[in-house]
């Protein structure tokens, strides 16, 4: 059975940290790399970070500095450490693998890659 269960969110003050877990089933990764998206309110789903399959990691300009994706995979799981959160940062958070481990992240897609269920982050000031 595969999936994505993610964990980690909730209610936090501007400024402060969470720390998000995605555990992943039926597929491994030590052969996909794994991303982290978020959809604010009213806003469409962005992709925020991923790791690639050779360790490479990436972040969009917003959270670089802040945020830091890691994987064990021995464990099947990957991790969003958010700190100096803003309210800015408020959505719903998703982990997600590609279908194909070649695709580009930017084309990553529920319905045609694999996605966890999402944890809410809220950020308060």
Known sequence: QLALVESGGGLVLSGGSLRLSCVVSGITLYTSPIGWFRQAPGKEREGISYMALNGSTHYIDSV?????????SAKNTAWLQMD??????????????????????????????????????????
């Open 64 to 72: 670089k500095g802040r945020f830091t994706i890691s994987r064990d």
């Open 84 to 125: 100096n959160l803003k309210p800015d940062d408020t959505g719903v958070y998703y982990c997600a693998a590609p279908r194909w481990r070649e695709r580009p992240f930017f084309l990553w897609r529920p319905g045609s890659d694999y996605w966890g269920q999402g944890t809410q982050v809220t950020v308060s000031s």
